[in-house]
């Protein structure tokens, strides 16, 4: 799926079973072994963990809330403070604890690789979306950082989804632009177009759009000419 096409999916889900099925194609389309997107705090939501959207076989998940998964995963643990992407191969592998939780998530198929993004949310909200493969070691480490960017533009607007379809997200919280979206817009302003953009950055040509998309629904904007009006207007670039 490309990352135009997942966007759109995305904003136009209407319920968290869309986004679930959105997940599904997501996974079949780029060959991964499986994606996850976990809120794993929303300061509106006192309940721990209040969304999960997952790939995993069910087993795995049935196995891992039966075993409070939630507290030991080596994963979530580190998640919970980071704010850069977590190579799976960098948390901690060496305690007995570890090293029987990633040989049963393997045995479910879950992947030998993953890398997780944290999500920070304006409202103060903690997430997690994690890309999992069955890749081998050094096709891995060559694969990882070119989807890294399109991922992460994607977890980010799937958890922004996500919260206002789960009714965690008040409709009058201003969200802020991002640094990329920040840039993306400061381009328009110079009168650079999207693939002049795109090479100045050093991204692809989706994923400026989807910066630029995703700036002009946080302005609530109908066009780009008025988000980047907008956002001169109320000083943002």
């Known amino acids: ?74 994963v979530v643990v580190a998640g919970r403070h980071a704010v850069l992407p977590i190579d799976w191969m960098s948390v901690e592998h060496a305690t007995p604890e570890a090293c029987h939780f990633f040989a049963e998530a393997e045995s479910f198929g879950v992947g030998r690789h993953g890398f997780t993004l944290p999500i920070r949310g304006p409202a103060a909200e903690r997430a997690l979306f994690t890309v999992t493969t069955n890749a081998a070691d050094d096709h891995w480490h060559r694969w990882r950082f070119s ?10 607007y799937l958890h922004d989804r996500a919260m206002r379809l789960a009714g965690l997200r008040l409709d009058y919280v201003m969200r802020p632009l991002s640094s ?23 991204l692809s040509n989706s994923a400026v759009h989807g910066y630029l998309r995703t700036a002009r629904r946080k302005l609530d904007c109908a066009t780009l000419e008025q988000a980047v009006a907008k956002a001169v207007r109320l000083d943002l670039l």
């Not at 997952?54 to 080596?74: C, G, H, M, N």
């Not at 991922?151 to 980010?156: D, E, K, R, V």
């Not at 979206?181 to 100045?200: P, Y």
């Open 1 to 74: 799926m490309e990352i135009d096409q997942a966007l759109t999916a995305i904003e136009r889900a209407t319920s968290m079973d869309g986004l679930a099925s959105i997940l599904v194609d997501w996974r079949s389309e780029s060959g991964v072994a499986h994606l996850v997107y976990h809120a794993t705090d929303v300061p509106s939501c006192e309940q721990p963990n209040p969304v999960l959207l997952l790939t995993y076989d069910d087993a795995w998940v049935k196995r891992y809330v039966e075993q409070s998964y939630f507290s030991i995963d080596p």
């Open 180 to 202: 990329r979206e920040r840039q993306c817009l400061n381009g328009l302003v110079r009168g650079r177009t999207a693939a002049q953009i795109a090479g100045d950055l050093d």
């Open 147 to 156: 989807y890294l960017r399109d991922f992460h533009l994607l977890a980010h």
